[in-house]
């Protein structure tokens, strides 16, 4: 081998690595761009999934808790009898009850006047036609710790569905352990379908 060719290989070696480096870097770039793009969207498709299951696990947390609520609320009272006429008796011994709470807890009766037709509760007014309604304005007198024990018994131990739309204490002014309370309660009951169909 002459001179010149010696000379030429180290050249031709240099420009074969540079060759192969030249075509690792045509073949590879677009191969490990494409694998960065990817990493990108993997990661990207990972925090959406996230987001997701966060959202999902939220809505399931809310949902849960709207059932609780749902589950916590008591039943309306259903009754056969036929309320076309403004009667009592469509509540069943609802109204006794909560008399006979009332003084149990030792509250004493001063008067009842009662709404068969209560024209400021939402329930009654959004649902007339399936609901009956009665609001039971009682006057009440006792003390505090009377009232509490009522109320109590009222949330924990009364069967059906009411509402309590006013509450107002005033206290004697000859003896402030006895207090005045004006409290109303509201009484649901379910039509009967026989009224439903008739009014139909």
Same mark, same amino acid.
């Given at each position: 081998?002459?001179k010149k060719?010696?000379?030429?290989? %180290?050249i031709c070696?240099?420009?074969?690595i540079?060759?192969f480096?030249?075509m690792i870097f045509?073949?590879?770039?677009p191969?490990?761009e494409? #694998?960065? =793009?990817?990493?990108?969207r /993997?990661s990207k498709?990972?925090?959406?999934r996230?987001t997701?299951?966060?959202k999902?696990k939220? /809505?399931?947390a809310?949902?849960?808790? =709207?059932?609780?609520?749902?589950? +916590?609320?008591?039943p309306i009272y259903e009754t056969n009898l036929?309320s076309s006429?403004e009667n009592?008796?469509? #509540?069943g011994n609802m109204?006794?009850?909560i008399?006979?709470k009332a ?10 006047e009662?709404?068969?037709? %209560? ?7 959004e649902? &007339?036609?399936f609901y ?6 009682? #006057?009440?007198?006792? &003390?505090? &710790?009377q009232?509490q024990?009522?109320?109590s018994d009222?949330?924990?131990?009364f069967?059906?569905l009411?509402?309590?739309?006013k509450?107002?204490?005033?206290a #004697?002014?000859s ?7 004006n409290i &109303?309660?509201?009484?649901? +009951?379910?039509?009967n379908?026989n ?6």
């Open positions: 081998m002459n060719n010696k000379q030429l290989v %180290p070696i240099a420009l074969a540079l060759l480096f030249v045509i073949v590879v770039k191969k490990y494409e #694998f960065a =793009e990817m990493k990108i /993997i498709n990972d925090l959406e996230q997701l299951e966060d999902i939220k /809505i399931d809310e949902k849960a808790a =709207e059932d609780l609520k749902l589950k +916590s609320l008591k036929d006429t009592l008796g469509v #509540f109204f006794e009850e008399i006979k003084q149990k807890n030792g509250l004493l009766i001063r008067s009842i009662y709404d068969m037709r %209560p024209v400021n509760d939402p329930i009654y007014m649902n &007339s036609e009956n309604a009665c609001e039971l304005k009682f #006057f009440f007198v006792g &003390s505090y &710790s009232l024990a009522f109320m009222m949330n924990n131990n069967n059906y009411t509402y309590i739309s509450l107002k204490i005033t #004697f002014t003896n402030t352990d006895y207090l005045l309370i &109303s309660i509201t009484l649901y +009951s379910k039509k379908d009224q439903n169909q008739r009014k139909n």
